[in-house]
């Protein structure tokens, strides 16, 4: 997942990412890809897990309601 940030500098002195030496760093097609990569951590990161927060301290006193622990049960009914 974090390979893309890991550049190295070639013999010739071009940073390339590690695992593909034809991808060089830095580069307009490599910011535009660390901007999707961005989008997809700060998503991964925050927002499904502030959106699953969300979700059930709305329904905290439904927690136990059998239609919600259906739908939702997987999330937090282990931990109870």
Do not use: H
């Not at 071009?14 to 580069?27: G, L, M």
């Amino acid at each position: 997942l974090f390979q893309p940030f890991n550049c190295v500098r070639r013999d010739d002195g071009v940073q390339v990412i590690a695992f593909s030496a034809e991808i060089v760093c830095y580069d307009d097609a490599w910011w535009s890809e660390m901007a999707g990569l961005a989008v997809f951590l700060v998503g991964y990161v925050l927002v499904i897990p502030l959106t699953l927060f969300v979700i059930l301290f709305r329904n905290r006193r439904n927690l136990d309601s059998e239609g919600f622990r259906e739908k939702y049960g997987v999330l937090y009914y282990p931990y109870r």
